[in-house]
């Protein structure tokens, strides 16, 4: 076994645990963190099959934003997990009977890629060239020649989405308060801060003792 199946079962023995985790982890920001953590070890994976595009995508977009904002709207929203679980027993029989369709789907594709009867095929010279280039700069001329309006067309749907998200969330609510961005470029620094003028506060005198030979004669 060389250096490279060595590290492939290391990053695949981290990741099967990782993913094991998420689902057995009781606090909801560490089944986060260990999704971080298996995030890294299919980057990882993805390296060593010289697929280094997918790797940093994958820690760039997954690791980077998606999971970032996982763990910030976990841990600044007080979510229940009591109630989460309460029905978990209910539904388990249908979740795993789901689960076990997709595993025994992928088990059908995966070893389908492992038959080694049939004999490799030879490559032309063109191929070869073109497999000694860097995949990402391969990938970057065919998606910016060859595929160039779906790209433009997905731009566009994403940036559409990205404003309607805004204009729904920015809409007048009775509970919400709303400010006008014009009068916040119009304001000016006297508008503020005001300082105010006040007279020294005084503290109040003691109220008087009364004497003892007062309170006699009363």
């Given at each position: ?73 976990v841990m600044m929203l007080d979510i229940n997990v009591d109630s989460l679980r309460a029905g978990f027993w209910k539904h388990f029989p249908l979740a795993a009977t789901v689960g076990a369709l997709i595993a025994l789907e992928m088990a059908a594709v995966l070893l389908g890629g492992f038959r080694t009867g049939e004999e490799p095929r030879t490559m032309t010279a063109a191929q070869a060239a073109v497999a000694a280039q860097p ?84």
């Amino acid at each position: 076994m060389d250096v490279k199946t060595g590290f492939f079962y290391l990053f695949s023995a981290v990741l099967l645990f990782a993913a094991f985790r998420v689902i057995t982890a009781r606090n909801p920001v560490y089944a986060a963190l260990f999704l971080v953590l298996a995030f890294f070890q299919a980057a990882a994976i993805w390296i060593l099959l010289k697929a280094e595009f997918l790797a940093i995508a994958l820690v760039l977009v997954y690791v980077g934003a998606v999971m970032v904002l996982f763990l910030f709207v976990v841990m600044m929203l007080d979510i229940n997990v009591d109630s989460l679980r309460a029905g978990f027993w209910k539904h388990f029989p249908l979740a795993a009977t789901v689960g076990a369709l997709i595993a025994l789907e992928m088990a059908a594709v995966l070893l389908g890629g492992f038959r080694t009867g049939e004999e490799p095929r030879t490559m032309t010279a063109a191929q070869a060239a073109v497999a000694a280039q860097p995949n990402t700069r391969e990938l970057g001329k065919l998606l910016y020649s060859q595929y160039l309006y779906p790209l433009e067309i997905a731009a566009v749907i994403l940036l559409v989405a990205i404003i309607a998200a805004i204009a729904l969330t920015l809409r007048t609510r009775k509970d919400s308060r709303h400010m006008n961005p014009a009068d916040q470029v119009r304001v000016h620094a006297r508008d503020r801060v005001r300082i105010v003028s006040m007279n020294p506060t005084l503290a109040q005198p003691a109220p008087p003792v009364p004497d003892a030979a007062t309170e006699t004669k009363a």
